[in-house]
Each structure stands twice: as structure tokens, then as C-alpha cells.
């Protein structure tokens, strides 16, 4: 790759001087206002990354509260009502407001720096996205606490849900809270998709982009897939049934209750692999540093994550095999719902081959992993019983699938991401996180998830359907039901441990170095916490181990502008340079318009003219967002010395 | 008294027999990839090259790959069993009775309303929250949902089926087992989801022709005064606005019909069981053994409730 | 200025509150409701989960049979400016109590209290005379009128010739 043209050998350079003005380019302006205008992509990561913790605790409150209800037969700790809210509100959290964009926060932080960028490929929409979602959490949380929460399930089941059985505006809340979130996962999603196809570092080609950058762009276009069809769903029928008084669902008027499953889980079930992919791309980088190798069948791991992406579409209505649905159509499903067990079973028949072939220390990280594979394997073979029409027509809606659902996304999401917290903990802090608090923590999770949710299966099949608030002494669920319930106080505990570790470390940590664990991904060629800029100098990638390449001189690309945010934008598939591209400074529009969009939809519950105020404000905003996108641009043909013609800006 | 493990039909046993098999391959696959995980994660095997990283030959590499394929081949082939053994079983439980007994349910907020069909409407048998099936014989159940969606499911007896507002569906079974099965709703449907119990008695043939035959003969009117007072105060204190009781003017169809009210074992949709105490209780003052019910407390004195709740005792 | 800006805020929760409340215990209700003084609203006016179970009940108890789903018939239509006894909710609730010369029965002794509250809820929301994001929106039936929530309020006028059955 050395020959390429705008690559060179770094042989001198004032280094010092080259940062000191990319960070005057790049950094965000200080003060409040400046923090409210905020487009950096690590920042905006960053306070995805906290928020959506909080969530995961808020919505860990919930489940704690639900499982001291269920401790005891005939509790009467709380009420249908509440207990109602709070198995929703806990759902819709777990699912929209902390897994998901979890998961892309992740990505957002680390995809730049993975493929060696400068940014993000839209800095503002990415901001923009963020404060959507921000608007979403605060609006779901202050409604439940003026008993103005959700109580339909986060699945939403017309005609539960429609507007004859739910009064009130409890169920507009959640229509449009999923909006919020559907709007900020497709600004991540689009953001990550041009970041990984436009603005890899020159010389990483496809086949050299590390699996979980595979797996965060796979799950980009799941998500471009699949978030539609819920915002058909929720924000257009749902909402128009509620709002305006439309049949969609008012079988009466020729509307289908059914149609409202079909489309949720259309998206539904996408949903949970675009949860479970992107954390088990990170397991791959987790492996291959604590294994000292090269993963094992890395074709092999991203055509999976490929497959499971296009099967994940095909799947949705074994959610529905107790409806009345032909039963040629729903074997077709049991098929297609066994086939996705393949490409997921390559991938861990991958990992145990790279731990076979390597030098497996471990760390906690390393533990988590192993954690995964325990707990994830489990929830993998109850979901292909569950695949089985006949079995699923006994454990649908019960608490087998409560456990199953729970044994998938905190063995296959939650355990990796816990594992990636501590493998990138220095990356984002630059202290470690603490390895006996970490181990603690690690055994009391662990123990806490299968002693919490193993019983379930049990409870489930003996006929304890979901979403209960109470059940009767004659039904004998309770012993096993308070053992669920000392397991969810276990896991709460971990969860305090993990908390207590990450504030004492972030403080007062043992400072990590750039490259802490000796790995090989360029996120770790720059310092920790990286800089405004990411890299002084765009690396040039050889390999896909770019750091563990044993050759001392390590390219990289020099040219770029420092005095204003530019960026080196590269061939989608080999990752050539092709053009400049000038990444945009801070602005407070895209608050601005998060703001008018939240007044539209949550306005829209109140007033249908509150659409139309929204759509005139936000429409103000954008014309000064882009306003201010468009100037300063300048486009010049300059041809490159191999002869091709490139635009520069 | 209710679990999926102590199958009481040919249907329920079928998939009971599908699920151990899955159980017992399931728990060999997870143990046995776990073990295989730790040995794995315990000791080194590669060879670690000048760069200090871990480097495997080519021809061990090649051996990997066989086994990974080997592996991959080997969960297509388990899963393929899976399949097969779950279309056979499909296909045994997605016959079609030609012709079974056909009992109506309709699921309501939060009760089961059950109806015994017969072409003469004077032998019809209404009631509610407790179905009596004869052992031996195949049963179909149509279901329709009167308000949101419901999911009708006899953890012993085998299969679940949803009500949906403008759906028929239906769901068969043959109980081999003389029994009461409980069982309960399973799809969120509101505020009483959770008490929205329902029971299923299955008895010898002989038997549960005689119950049919009774169920469409109303009680005798009552004679005693107490009853006839308490009879009074069901026709004129609000009771009958929503109850029927044949044989009387009740005639609503709104809550469960209480014809043969004594002969069930529970109240409430399966949440007390039938006592004379608990009937006062539940009279009373309904929200408070469930909340959210739409049964209204109503204002009756002493002697009224006395009376109301003896001449309920009566409709056996 | 920012303390009424907070008031406004807090009040707009209080009624959230209030909409939102889902009133389960019917006994406690039913005592409470006994004597209901307030004149510009009755105690389920606000509340969206009464309202709405008071439009059950309105269907189960066979009202429209004469009202005809407020549009009128037998009986005088619930949905118009008209009223013949009143409309404010005292004199709505002993409408439905204790019923009305020419045909309307007295249901107090089918109903409790607290139901008859919600009757009344539903009968002024179908001539919007409760707030908006209280009344009921569609069922789930043919549509054979408006929904309340799309009523527009009708400011409410009392008739005081007798009323006329249709088709008499």
C-alpha cells in the first residue's frame, strides 16, 4: 500500500504542532453553549453511552420491582396498574431505550476509530439523533411518573392498545416514544453506513474492515429495514387509530387486528439481532487480543453475520404461531427460524477454534465471553425448541419465553457488552477498570442471570403465563418464584459492583496507556481517550491487524488540511483515497430541531394542529442547518498523480 | 394440578415426548460446546511465533477447518432431525376432527363465556370459566374474542390458541385422563389478565352427558321465602342488568351466566373457589379481591346479601 | 413570571394525573360519590378510564336502544346543545337515577353510584362537554357517528318544550 499516492512514509514531522492545530479545528467550543452545540463524534457517542446506561438502570429498577412483586403468591406490594405500567415501561426501555441504541453508541464511538477516520460521516445529524432520543427518554420517564405510563406491553397489542380499551394517552406515549428512538437509530444507522463505506483509513478493503465494524454496518441496514415498518406501525396507524379515529385495526370497518403483529414483528424480531449482532462483534476483537491470534474463519464470521441479517427478516411470525395462521405458512417459519441457529452457531464454532489455536488469558473481558457463551447457548437452544410450531404453542407467552427472551439478549447482548465495557473502558477514560471488582462482578452477574431466569423455563411450562401482576397460592409457583427474585437482587447487586468500579476507576484508575491490552484494531494507535481528531496522521492499513504488523514503519496519509475538518474519503470497496470531504463544525440546530420534532410528536397526542406547528418550526431549523452546511464550499477538479480526476473541495 | 410435564391427551404427550427429546439434545449441545469452550480457553495450543503472537501450521489449520465444518454440519443435521420430528408431530396435531363435539368460547374482559351448541336453542348450555369435556373424545373448541385478544391454554391438555376480535379460531383435543385441568389466559388483556383463570373438567362420557343434559334444565323457582327474597334482590338490585339465570327473567348477557352457578368449583374466573364466604366477599365489594373488575359493588344489607347469596347457593 | 410558568407546568401534570388515574376500588368510590356538589363537573369528568367504562356500560345496559349512540330516537338525542333536565352532572345523574318522565327509567337500582357517575361522564363527553383528551375516542365497532373526542363541544341550551319521540 505504500505506493499510494497521497501516502508516505512519516519519516519527520512536527507532530506536536500538527495536533495542536487539528485540535483547534476540531474541538468543540467550551461553555454551555457550546456544550448544547456539541457535534464531536466521541462527545455525542459518549453521552449516548451514559444515557443509555442510565436507562439500562432505570429500566433494572423496574425489573426489580416487578420480581419483588412475583416474590410471593397473592403480593400485594403493587397493583395491576402500576405493575402494568412497569412490565412496559421496563420492556420498552430495555428494548429501545438502552439495547439498541446501546449498541449503536458503541459503534459510533468506535467505528471512526476502528476504520481510522477523523469523524463521523455527519456530525450534525449524528447530534441530532442523540437529542431525539434524549427528548424520548425524558418524555417516557415523565409520564411515568404522573401515572401517565404505558401499560399495554412494549409490544402493544391492538386492540389493547387501540383507542376503545386504552383511554387516556398511555399508549400515545409509547406510539411515540418508539418514534423518538426509530429516528435516532436510522440517523445512527445511515451515519455508521456512509462512515464504513466512504471513510475507511486508505488501504483497509473490505475484506480487511475488522467483524465488528462488519457486524455494526450489517446492523445499519437491518435497521434501515426494519425500523420502517414499526414507525408504520406505531406512528402512523397506531397513533392515527388513537389520535384521528382511523380503522386500521377496528376489524368492524375492515381493519385486521392481526395486521398490527405482522408489522411490529416484522421489525420485532430484526430487532433482536440488531441487539445481539453488533454485541457479538465484539467479542471478535476481545478474543483475538486475549487469544494473541488472528480469529479463526474471519469469511466465515461475516458472511454469518450477513446471513443472519437476511434470515432475521424471514422469521417474524413464529412470535405469532398461536394466532390463526395456515399451518403450511408457520412451518415455513419453523424452517427458517432453525436455519438462523447455522450462521450463529459457525460464529461460537469460530471463536472456540481461535481459543483453541491461541494463548487464552483471563481477563475479565475474557470472562465475559466465556459468561456469553454459557448463557447465550442456552437461550440459542430453548429459541430453536421454540421454533418448533407445536412446543411454541405450549411455552408462547409464558415465562419460558420470558426466560428464553432473557437468556438471548443478557447472554448474547449484555454479557458481551459488560465484557466490552472493560476491554474499552481505557479507550474511552484512559484508566482501567479494576480487575477484582470486575471479577466480582462478572461471578455475581452471571450466577444472578441463571439463578434468576433458569426457574422460569420450569414456571413457564407448570402454566405461569407473562405479564401477571399476581398469581395464587394453589397455583405452587411461589417457591420458584422467589428464587427468580433472589437472583434478579444478585444481578442488581453486580450491577452496583460494576457501577462502583466504573466511577472509583474513571477517577482514580491505573492510567491504561494507548494500547493497554496489546491489540490489533487502529482504535488503539492513538492515545486514551483519543483526541478531538482521532489520529494526527490518517494511518494507511495493510492488513486487518494493523497493529500487530511486525514491520517498524508505519504509513500513514499527510496532506490533509489542519486548519479546517477535513476528511479523506475512500473507495467503497478497496478503500483507495478519493476525495476530501469537509466535515462540519458545531451548531445548534440539530438541538433546535430535536426540540421541534418533540414538540410535533408528543404535541401530536394532544393536537393534530401540533403536526402542523412542528413540521413549520422544525422546517425554520432545518433551513438554517443547512444554511449553514453549505457555506464555505469550494469544488476544484484536481487529478491525481496515478491520473485519475478527484474533486477537492 | 397444571403443568405441561403431566400430559392428559394424546396431543399434549406428543409434544411433551418432542419436548424431552429436544430437552435431552439441548443439554448435551450446551454442556458439551461449554466444555469444549473451557478446555479450549484453558490451555494453549498454538505456537507462538517471533511477533509473540500465536500462529497454527497451515495443515493444523486446515485440520480446524474440518472440524468447524464438521461442526456446522453436525448442528444442520441436528436441526434437520428437529425438523422432521416437528413436522410429524405438526402434522399428527393439524388434523382436522371431521367431527367432534364443538363448545363456543368467547374470551371477555376477564372471563371465558362457553357455550354448548345444539340445533334445538332450548338445549343450548351456557356458562362460564369451567369446561367439561368427555374423556375419550375429540373436542373442538371455536374461539372468539369478544373485546381485545385473549389466548385460551390448558397447560395439561395441549396447544394454545389466541382469540382475536374478528377471528374464528379453533383448537382440539382429546382428554384421556379424567381430571380438572387449570389453565388461564396468556395474552395480555388488560387490567385482570392475571386472574382470568378457567377450568376444564374432563369426566367419563356418561357423566358428562348427564351434566350437558342438566345444563339446559333450569332450577325449580324456589319456595322458601328467604330464597324468594333473595331472588327478589337479584331481579330488582342490579344483579340481573348484567347476569342471567335460566329459567328467569334474567336474561343478560353482559357478565357470566349463572344458571348452574353452584355447580362450578370457582368464581371469579378461576380466582376463589366457590365457598359461600367467598361469594359474600366477592359480592360485596368485587375490586377489591380484583381490581379493575367491571362487576360494581352494590349496597346491600345484611339480610339482603344473606338472602342474594342463599338463593345463589341454590343454582346447582 | 417563572413561578406561574411552574404552577402552569405542575397544574398541566396534576392533570395528567387526574386523566390518567385508573379509579379501582369501586366501594371507596361509590361512598365518596354519595354527594357530589360540584356543579361545573362530575368526579369521572376528567377521567379518561371512567369516561370510557361508562361508554361500555352505555352499550351494555341497552341505552342505545333508545338513545341510539346519542343520535336520538325513542329518546332525545345526547349529543346536540339540547338539554330537557340539564346538564350539569347533578341533574344528568338523577336523569339516569331516577329517571324522566316519558319513558326514561330510573336505574338506580341496577346500577351503583359510582357507575351511574361514569354514565354521566360519557353522556356530557358526547356533547364535549368534558375536555377533549378526556372523551373517549372510537370503538371498536361500525362507525355509526363521531367519536366524542372528534365532538365538537356544544354549548349546552335548555329546552323547555317537552321532547317529541321520533316516528310519533
Not at chain 1, 448474547?412 to 484512559?430: D, I, N, Q
Not at chain 1, 403465563?465 to 427474585?485: K, Q, V
Not at chain 3, 354514565?119 to 370503538?139: F, H, I, N, Q
Request: aromatic share 12%.
Amino acid at each position: 500500500m505504500s505506493n499510494l499516492p497521497v501516502a508516505q512514509l512519516l519519516v519527520e514531522a512536527d507532530v506536536a504542532r500538527e495536533a495542536a492545530a487539528l485540535d483547534a479545528t476540531w474541538r468543540d467550543k467550551s461553555g454551555v453553549w457550546g456544550w448544547l452545540c456539541a457535534v464531536e463524534q466521541k462527545t455525542i457517542a459518549r453521552r449516548y453511552i451514559i444515557t443509555t446506561f442510565l436507562m439500562f438502570l432505570a429500566g433494572g429498577m423496574e425489573a426489580a420491582l416487578m420480581r419483588l412483586q412475583l416474590a410471593r403468591p397473592e403480593n400485594a406490594l403493587i397493583g395491576p396498574d402500576r405493575y402494568n405500567q412497569l412490565f412496559t415501561v421496563h420492556g420498552t426501555t430495555m428494548m429501545f431505550l438502552f439495547a439498541v441504541p446501546m449498541m449503536q453508541a458503541m459503534g459510533l464511538y468506535l467505528v471512526p476509530l476502528m476504520v481510522g477516520a477523523r469523524s463521523i460521516a455527519f456530525p450534525r445529524l449524528n447530534a441530532f439523533g442523540y437529542w431525539n432520543y434524549v427528548v424520548g427518554v425524558v418524555f417516557l420517564y415523565v409520564s411515568l411518573f404522573i401515572n401517565m405510563g404505558p401499560d399495554t406491553g412494549w409490544t402493544a397489542y391492538v386492540p389493547l392498545s387501540g383507542p376503545a380499551y386504552s383511554p387516556g394517552h398511555r399508549v400515545d406515549v409509547w406510539a411515540q416514544v418508539v418514534t423518538f428512538t426509530e429516528i435516532s437509530a436510522l440517523c445512527g444507522a445511515v451515519n455508521l453506513i456512509v462512515t464504513v463505506f466512504k471513510m475507511r483509513a486508505p488501504g483497509m478493503s473490505l475484506n480487511r474492515i475488522p467483524v465488528f465494524v462488519w457486524a455494526q454496518l450489517v446492523v445499519a441496514f437491518m435497521i434501515v429495514f426494519a425500523m420502517p415498518a414499526v414507525a408504520t406501525g406505531s406512528t402512523l396507524m397506531l397513533a392515527l387509530d388513537r389520535a384521528v379515529n382511523t380503522h386500521w385495526f377496528n376489524p368492524a370497518e375492515g381493519g385486521d387486528a392481526l395486521l398490527w403483529q405482522h408489522i411490529f414483528w416484522f421489525f420485532g424480531h430484526p430487532e433482536v439481532y440488531i441487539i445481539f449482532l453488533p454485541a457479538i462483534g465484539m467479542i471478535t476483537p476481545i478474543v483475538e487480543t486475549f487469544c494473541r491470534r488472528a480469529v479463526f474463519g474471519y469469511t466465515a464470521m461475516v458472511m454469518a453475520n450477513i446471513t443472519t441479517a437476511f434470515f432475521a427478516f424471514g422469521l417474524w411470525v413464529h412470535h405469532m404461531f398461536a394466532t390463526p395462521i395456515p399451518e403450511l405458512g408457520q412451518s415455513l417459519f419453523t424452517a427458517a427460524s432453525m436455519v438462523i441457529a447455522v450462521p450463529t452457531g459457525i460464529q461460537i464454532f469460530c471463536w472456540i477454534a481461535t481459543l483453541w489455536g491461541g494463548r487464552p488469558r483471563l481477563t475479565v473481558p475474557m470472562l465475559f465471553v466465556l459468561g456469553f457463551l454459557f448463557t447465550f447457548i442456552n437461550g440459542g437452544i430453548t429459541g430453536v425448541m421454540l421454533a418448533s410450531v407445536a412446543f411454541d404453542k405450549e411455552a408462547h407467552d409464558t415465562f419460558f419465553v420470558v426466560a428464553h427472551l432473557h437468556y438471548v439478549l443478557i447472554g448474547g447482548g449484555l454479557m458481551p457488552l459488560f465484557g466490552a465495557f472493560y476491554f474499552w473502558f481505557p479507550k474511552l477514560t484512559g484508566r482501567l477498570l479494576n480487575t477484582a471488582l470486575g471479577k466480582l462482578h462478572f461471578w455475581l452477574f452471571v450466577i444472578g442471570t441463571n439463578v434468576t431466569f433458569f426457574p422460569m423455563h420450569i414456571l413457564g411450562l407448570n402454566g405461569m403465563p407473562r405479564r401477571i401482576y399476581t398469581y395464587a397460592e394453589t397455583t405452587g409457583w411461589g417457591t420458584l418464584n422467589m428464587l427468580a427474585t433472589v437472583g434478579a437482587l444478585t444481578i442488581a447487586l453486580s450491577v452496583l459492583v460494576f457501577l462502583i468500579n466504573a466511577v472509583r476507576s474513571w477517577f482514580s484508575g491505573e492510567h491504561a496507556g494507548d494500547n493497554p491490552w496489546d491489540a490489533a484494531g487502529l482504535e488503539w494507535a492513538t492515545t486514551s481517550p483519543p483526541p478531538s481528531y482521532n489520529f494526527v496522521h490518517t494511518p494507511v492499513v495493510r492488513s486487518r491487524h494493523p497493529l500487530w504488523e511486525t514491520t517498524v514503519e508505519q504509513p500513514v496519509v499527510t496532506g490533509l488540511r489542519s486548519d479546517r475538518r477535513e476528511i479523506l474519503l475512500t473507495t467503497t470497496f478497496d478503500a483507495q483515497p478519493d476525495s476530501r470531504h469537509v466535515g462540519p463544525d458545531g451548531s445548534i440546530w440539530p438541538l433546535y430541531v430535536a426540540l421541534c420534532m418533540g414538540l410535533l410528536f408528543i404535541g401530536s397526542i394532544f393536537s393534530p394542529y401540533s403536526v402542523l406547528a412542528g413540521i413549520g418550526i422544525s422546517l425554520i431549523g432545518l433551513f438554517f442547518w443547512g444554511w449553514q452546511s453549505t457555506q464555505d464550499v469550494e469544488v476544484e477538479r484536481v487529478a491525481l498523480p496515478d491520473g485519475r480526476m478527484v474533486d477537492r473541495l | 394440578m397444571h403443568s405441561f410435564f403431566d400430559p392428559a391427551s394424546p396431543q399434549a404427550r406428543a409434544v411433551a415426548g418432542l419436548w424431552w427429546w429436544m430437552f435431552g439434545v439441548g443439554m448435551v449441545i450446551w454442556f458439551g460446546v461449554f466444555a469444549v469452550a473451557m478446555y479450549a480457553a484453558r490451555q494453549p495450543h498454538g505456537q507462538r511465533g517471533p511477533d509473540d503472537l500465536e500462529h497454527v501450521s497451515p495443515e493444523r489449520h486446515r485440520r480446524m477447518e474440518r472440524v468447524v465444518a464438521g461442526a456446522v454440519f453436525a448442528t444442520i443435521l441436528i436441526l434437520c432431525a428437529f425438523l422432521v420430528y416437528d413436522f410429524s408431530i405438526g402434522s399428527v396435531l393439524a388434523m382436522h376432527p371431521k367431527r367432534a363435539l364443538t363448545i363456543d368460547v368467547v374470551g371477555h374482559q376477564w372471563w371465558w363465556e362457553i357455550t354448548y351448541e345444539d340445533p334445538n336453542p332450548s338445549k343450548r348450555v351456557g356458562t362460564a370459566n369451567e369446561i367439561h369435556v368427555p374423556v375419550g373424545e375429540l373436542v373442538q373448541f371455536k374461539l372468539r374474542a369478544a373485546d381485545v385478544i385473549h389466548s385460551i391454554w390448558a397447560p395439561n391438555l395441549g396447544g394454545k390458541k389466541d382469540l382475536i376480535p374478528g377471528y374464528v379460531s379453533t383448537l382440539w383435543f382429546k382428554a384421556d385422563t379424567a381430571g380438572v385441568y387449570r389453565g388461564q389466559c396468556t395474552e395480555f388483556c388488560g387490567m385482570q389478565h392475571a386472574q382470568m383463570a378457567f377450568y376444564i373438567v374432563a369426566e367419563p362420557p356418561v357423566k358428562f352427558a348427564g351434566w350437558l343434559a342438566a345444563g339446559s334444565i333450569p332450577n325449580p323457582p324456589p319456595t322458601d321465602s328467604l330464597l324468594l327474597h333473595g331472588r327478589d334482590v337479584f331481579m330488582q338490585r342490579g344483579c340481573a342488568s348484567c347476569h342471567s339465570i335460566g329459567g328467569t327473567d334474567a336474561r343478560a348477557t353482559v357478565g357470566p351466566d349463572l344458571t348452574h352457578f353452584k355447580g362450578r368449583a370457582a368464581i371469579a374466573a378461576g380466582s376463589l373457589s366457590n365457598t359461600r364466604a367467598n361469594l359474600t366477599r366477592w359480592i360485596q365489594n368485587p375490586s377489591a379481591l380484583k381490581p379493575g373488575v367491571r362487576m360494581p359493588a352494590l349496597e346491600l344489607s345484611p339480610g339482603e346479601m344473606n338472602a342474594l347469596v342463599s338463593y345463589l347457593e341454590t343454582l346447582k | 413570571m417563572s413561578r406561574v410558568r411552574a404552577l402552569a407546568v405542575v397544574l398541566m401534570l396534576l392533570a395528567s394525573c387526574e386523566r390518567e388515574d385508573r379509579r379501582l376500588d369501586s366501594r371507596e368510590f361509590t361512598t365518596r360519590y354519595a354527594t357530589w356538589s360540584d356543579s361545573s363537573k362530575g368526579p369521572y369528568d376528567h377521567n379518561a378510564h371512567g369516561t370510557t367504562e361508562g361508554q361500555m356500560l352505555f352499550e351494555q345496559m341497552n341505552c342505545s336502544g333508545c338513545h341510539a349512540n346519542g343520535g336520538g330516537g325513542m329518546g332525545p338525542a345526547l349529543m346536540d346543545d339540547k338539554w330537557i333536565y340539564g346538564s350539569n352532572p347533578n341533574e344528568i345523574f338523577t336523569s339516569i337515577a331516577s329517571g324522566r318522565p316519558n319513558g326514561m327509567p330510573a336505574w338506580k337500582s341496577r346500577l351503583n353510584n359510582e357507575q351511574i357517575w361514569r354514565l354521566v361522564a360519557y353522556v356530557r363527553s358526547l356533547s364535549g362537554l368534558t375536555p377533549k383528551g378526556d372523551r373517549p375516542s372510537r370503538e371498536d365497532h361500525m362507525m355509526v357517528k363521531p367519536s366524542p373526542y372528534q365532538t365538537p363541544k356544544a354549548k349546552p341550551v335548555i329546552v323547555r318544550s317537552t321532547f317529541t319521540p321520533a316516528g310519533r
